[in-house]
C-alpha cells in the first residue's frame, strides 16, 4: 500500500491505495457497510459505532461511534455519508469530533484479476498553531492505521492460491 500525506493552506491530506482480489461487487458490499469498519481499525482504538443506522450506507446518513484517539482518551465521533455513486465512491464528513475538518473519499474502480481501492482524507488539525505542533504524532497515526488496514483487508481477501 502507498501512503502519503502532504499539506496545503492548513489542510493535510493523506492518499492511500491497494488492490485487492475481489468483484467490484464484492469490494463494494463490503466497504459500503458500516458495521465492517471495526473490522478494519485497530482494536486498540476502541472503535464501537453507537448509532443503530449501520445497513448499506445513503446520502444524509448519520453515523456515531466512540473511538479511542490517545491512549487512555475515547472520544465521540459524527460523520455524514454526504455523497454515493453506488459501486463507485462514497464521501464521509466528520460533523463533530477530534478534527477541525475531516472529509474522507472512498473509492473503488475494477482492475484485471481485483479492484483498486483509493482513500482520499482531507483534514484540519484543530487549535491553529498548535494544533500543527501534533501532525507528526497525527500522520505516524493515520499511516498506522491505514496500514493496519491493509493488513486487515488482506486476510478477509486473500489471494487465492496459484
Known amino acids: 500500500m502507498m501512503i502519503t500525506i502532504t499539506a496545503h493552506s492548513g489542510i493535510y491530506t493523506l492518499d492511500a491505495e ?11 458490499t463490503f466497504l459500503s457497510t458500516p458495521a465492517n469498519l471495526a473490522k478494519i481499525t485497530p482494536s486498540h482504538m476502541g472503535f464501537v459505532i453507537t ?17 479511542g484517539i490517545l491512549p487512555g ?7 455524514e455519508i454526504t455523497h ?20 474522507h473519499e472512498h473509492w473503488i474502480e475494477p482492475l484485471e484479476g481485483g479492484v483498486r481501492m483509493k482513500d482520499r482524507v482531507s483534514y484540519k488539525l484543530p487549535l491553529g498553531p498548535l494544533g500543527h505542533l501534533a501532525q507528526p504524532f497525527i500522520k505516524r497515526q493515520l499511516t498506522e492505521i491505514f496500514s493496519f488496514r491493509k493488513s486487515a483487508l488482506e486476510k478477509l481477501f486473500p489471494k487465492p492460491a496459484l
Do not use: C, K
Open 84 to 103: 454515493v455513486e453506488p459501486g463507485r465512491y462514497f464521501v464521509d464528513e466528520q460533523r463533530f469530533g477530534p478534527y477541525a475538518m475531516w472529509h
Open 73 to 79: 482518551i475515547v472520544t465521540g465521533w459524527v460523520t
Open 51 to 67: 448509532s443503530n443506522d449501520v445497513a448499506a450506507m445513503y446520502p444524509g446518513q448519520i453515523i456515531t461511534y466512540n473511538i
Open 18 to 28: 491497494q488492490t485487492l482480489p475481489i468483484t467490484m461487487n464484492e469490494a463494494w
